[in-house]
């Protein structure tokens, strides 16, 4: 009868183990998956059009009837600062010729984790264990899945997202909620 209990326990414990494992995946600490995508470009409906110099808005977009300037422009960036894990790197909100925008994050350096996702947010950047949980108190936009914790990458932002209502970007861990890293967008 013994020997069971002990069996038993023994079985209990491996599976309370491996569901930790599988949870937690502390392997991930050490893997690091590098990406190094190049800026996208758009192609413009007319060239020509395309080439002109835009003026501004307020919110850094072309005036009405003004053409978009030809080649990919950064309206807004920032640089990431540390939050539960070191991280490094620029944040950059790119507009393309064809008037679309992507968030582009250049030399990007964070740890791996579970769940990592790239989040556009309303919240404060903030310093220290006070900006580790803001991200998720107000709105924000999940972008995707980090496709890589090391180098460069760009998330498309949805049609329709007004991105100057998000100042920040969070490396958002979304299994344990808490940010990796963020970055103030400050207008270029």
């Not at 023994?10 to 502390?26: D, E, I, S, T």
């Not at 996208?40 to 409906?45: L, S």
């Not at 991105?163 to 963020?182: L, N």
């Amino acid at each position: 009868m013994r020997k069971r209990r002990w069996i038993a326990v023994a079985v209990a414990g491996l599976v309370v183990a491996v569901a930790g494992l599988v949870w937690f995946k502390p392997w991930a600490l050490w893997v690091d998956e590098t990406v190094n995508e190049a800026l996208p470009t758009a192609t413009a409906t007319a060239t020509a059009t395309a080439t002109a110099t835009a003026s501004a808005t307020a919110s850094g977009e072309p005036a009405a009837g003004t053409p978009s300037p030809a080649g990919p422009v950064t309206v807004a960036q920032g640089g990431f600062i540390s939050h539960e894990h070191a991280t490094a790197g620029t944040a950059k909100i790119v507009r393309l010729a064809d008037g679309t925008h992507t968030l582009r994050l250049e030399g990007l350096d964070t740890s791996n984790g579970p769940d990592l996702r790239v989040w556009l947010s309303d919240a404060p950047v903030k310093e220290g264990k006070a900006g580790w949980s803001v991200f998720d108190d107000g709105k924000y936009v999940n972008l995707a899945k980090l496709k890589g914790n090391k180098g460069d990458q760009n998330y498309p932002l949805p049609a329709g997202v007004d991105w100057s209502a998000y100042p920040s970007v969070s490396i958002w861990c979304d299994r344990f909620d808490v940010s990796f890293g963020a970055a103030a967008l400050a207008r270029a």
